[in-house]
């Protein structure tokens, strides 16, 4: 069974469109969060939540706008693609009041291309 | 701003070569220091470390962190091919949930 896992896999998509990217983690975690990884391999945090709470927004544009349902989900919505947009997305979560909690766990990525 | 400086940013060797990867930070409230291994997918988590001086070990990996010189270094000896990954550097503090991530070490073994 997949830890975290995230949906789709790979996406290309045209300028101006909009995309969501759903993630699951089923580990029991309490923290679950967004990563961009750029062309250069630089691992970027985007957003954080701790149970269904945003506790972490970096500097993204307000067309990402990330959703959490409930604790083991946490979805990125994407409005207005743009060609920077361009990146491997990470979703990933960990269970913040363990010792290791910062040992955090990351799905197998989403590849987003926009054209 | 917190910081993670990894170097060198790639390296080739040849199998059966010990390579020493380097991490450097600078961050408020230091709480650990994670490596992670990442290939075609998802970074896997290697090591985390949270005391200078003991070293971690896994098979040929080994790692250690200095807390007084804010670096760890990731030694690989006796290299295989299967140990071309990108290798990366990440440290948690006391003040934030997420991972400040290093741009990563690329390392290429060859036969």
């Known amino acids: 069974d997949t830890a975290v896992s995230q949906t789709p896999k790979y996406l290309v998509t045209q300028m101006g469109n909009d995309k969501s990217i759903k993630c699951e983690q089923n580990?029991?975690?309490?923290?679950m969060y967004w990563y961009k990884q750029d062309s250069k391999k630089f691992l970027k945090i985007m957003f954080s939540?701790?149970?269904?709470?945003?506790?972490i927004n970096e500097t993204v544009p307000n067309r990402f706008s990330p959703k959490s349902p409930d604790k083991a989900h946490l979805n990125l919505h994407i409005n207005s693609l743009e060609l920077g947009d361009s990146a491997v997305y990470f979703c990933?979560?960990?269970?913040?009041?363990?010792?290791?909690?910062?040992?955090?766990?990351f799905g197998e990525g989403s590849w987003l291309t926009v054209v | 701003e917190d910081k993670v400086v990894q170097s060198p940013l790639s390296l080739v060797v040849h199998e059966g070569d010990t390579v020493t990867l380097n991490c450097s930070y600078e961050?408020?409230?230091?709480?650990?220091l994670l490596w992670y291994k990442q290939e075609k997918k998802a970074p896997t988590f290697l090591f985390m470390l949270?005391?200078?001086?003991i070293e971690k070990k896994s098979g040929r990996l080994s790692s250690i962190l200095d807390k007084k010189e804010l670096f760890s270094i990731l030694n690989i000896t006796a290299t295989q091919t299967g140990d071309s990954a990108i290798y990366l550097c990440?440290?948690?503090?006391?003040?934030?949930?997420?991972?400040?991530f290093g741009k990563g070490t690329s390392l290429l073994v060859t036969p």
């Open positions: 990933a979560s960990s269970q913040i009041t363990r010792i290791d909690g910062n040992t955090i766990y």
């Open positions: 580990l029991g975690h309490d923290t």
């Open positions: 939540y701790n149970n269904k709470e945003l506790i």
């Open positions: 961050v408020t409230n230091f709480r650990s």
């Open positions: 949270t005391s200078s001086g």
């Open positions: 990440a440290v948690a503090t006391n003040s934030g949930y997420a991972l400040n």
